[in-house]
């Protein structure tokens, strides 16, 4: 059992102020592992307050201390590589090679990134009619969902060490040891007391006090729509600045030339990956309507690959939903999609055979869907994909954007022009062309309702700094 009720506050762990606790639950068991304690206001004053005090020192720091900084939490993170894998894989029911390979490589790289960036990164620009001075914003308030425990978090942390300004923080209550452990990672590579302040507890007390709390100056928010509206409605109290990593619909648009099993391996391991917890997730595929058949075909021949269950099975493709409520969520969406007309082809309702305890949905795929229904419309956060037809790449493009959100978008095929046209007409902060990688020092972030502001590498070190203009300077 992990048992951890206190707070790190001002280098300290220390005892919360109440004695309420938040159990944690491991989805693949549905046994609870640990608990966390509930934090109160005072905690969070108390965190606060201490980052607001370590900032005038820590904001005064030079850029090579900061990049050694990083450099020093690489090394510590990559030496806690087992103890991160083994606890995601238990509080999120990640499957044990995602965990190594996705959410494990993905907090390292970040820290990684930011480093190389911030060595060239400049802080300071002489225009000669002006010069200008990018300051750190002060006190950071972090708030952070479940769906990557590492990922989310360290890419917030990172560009607001580079940035010289303080944090506090609250991870997700339903996946908090993850944090827990990146702080004694960010202990033992120096970061100095009060610039880093975690404070566990609900999103209704911490995460409300945080984008409410007069002395946090800048709140970073990855999570739902509904909530980021409400931190956005908090901050304008006092004019707060907020960045918002949003919610997701994104479309996949394969292309006439397009090989089929390489689309339709995308597609799934789209919905697939993390059990559809993913904001970029591909959940609409767009196929030539003479492809369709052969698309279809191919997603029912190849779903079997992609193995479901036990998150310590290293063979394991896709793990539990995070909670039973996600799962409820997912099953509501398969009805809704059922109740809309939509054609089930693949999956549906109801647990895989033979795995009744955990919250495990199964992979399913709807062909014949109406693009203005709920389940081609709204995020479902699991693994259910969308199946459309289209004639032409411009009426492809224009269903393609045809959702309240921007966040990402995926282009399958072989011809340079089209890939090139698909992916600069998508309104969407990433488009990924045949599964090329992740650049971690590119920005990441999304159009319309899919938030605010630019997370990852120099974008993300901007954000949490003020630009001065120095006119006269002698
Ligand atoms: P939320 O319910 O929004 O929770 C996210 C975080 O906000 C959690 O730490 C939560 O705390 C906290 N929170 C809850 N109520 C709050 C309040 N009133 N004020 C301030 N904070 C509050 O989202 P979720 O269910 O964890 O995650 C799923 C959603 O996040 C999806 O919509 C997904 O698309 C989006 N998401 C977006 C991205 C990017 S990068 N765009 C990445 C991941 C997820 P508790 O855990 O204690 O409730």
Known sequence: MYNYT???????????????????????????????????????DKA??????????????????????????????????????????????????FSEEVQY???????????????????????GDSYIQKDAIGVAGLITPWNFPTNQICTKLASALASGSTVVFKPASKTPF??????????????PKGVVNLVNGSGSIIG????SHPDIDFVSFTGS??????????????????ALELGGKSPIVVLEDADVETAARTAISNIAGNTGQVCSAGTRTFVPKNMHD????AVKRLVDEYPIGDPQDKNTFMGPQVAKDQWETVQDYIQKGIDSGADLIVGGKGKPEGLDTGYYSRITMFTNVDHDSQIAQEE??????????????????ELANDVIYGLAGYVVGEDPEKLAKVAKSIRAGRIVINNTDPDFTAPFGGFKQSGIGREWGDYGIEEFLEPKTILGLP
Do not use: C
């Not at 990672?185 to 120096?190: F, N, Q, S, V």
């Not at 052969?294 to 075909?297: C, L, Q, S």
């Open 48 to 97: 606060v307050k201490a980052a607001k005090e370590a900032f005038p020192s820590f904001s005064q720091t030079t850029k090579e201390e900061r990049v050694q900084l990083l450099d020093n939490i690489v090394s510590e993170y990559e030496k806690r590589k087992d103890d991160l894998i083994k606890i995601i894989t238990e509080e999120l029911g990640s499957p044990l090679s």
């Open 294 to 297: 052969k698309f279809v075909d």
């Open 6 to 44: 206190r707070h790190y506050i001002n280098g300290e762990w220390v005892e919360s102020t109440g004695s309420e606790t938040i159990d944690v639950i491991n989805p693949a068991t549905e046994e609870k592992i640990g608990e966390i304690s509930s934090g109160t206001k005072e905690d969070l």
């Open 225 to 242: 729509g509904k909530v980021g509206k409400n931190i956005m409605q908090n901050a304008a109290e006092d004019i707060k600045k907020v």
């Open 380 to 397: 479902i956060f699991g693994p259910v994909m969308t199946v459309f037809t289209y004639e032409t790449i411009e009426e492809a493009i």
């Open 208 to 211: 409300d006090g945080i984008s």
């Open 105 to 127: 490589e993905m907090g390292l790289n970040h820290f990684k990134a930011t480093a190389k960036v911030l060595r060239d990164f400049e802080f300071t620009e002489d225009r």
């Open 178 to 191: 993850a944090s827990i452990l990146l702080v004694e990672i960010l202990e033992k590579a120096g970061v």
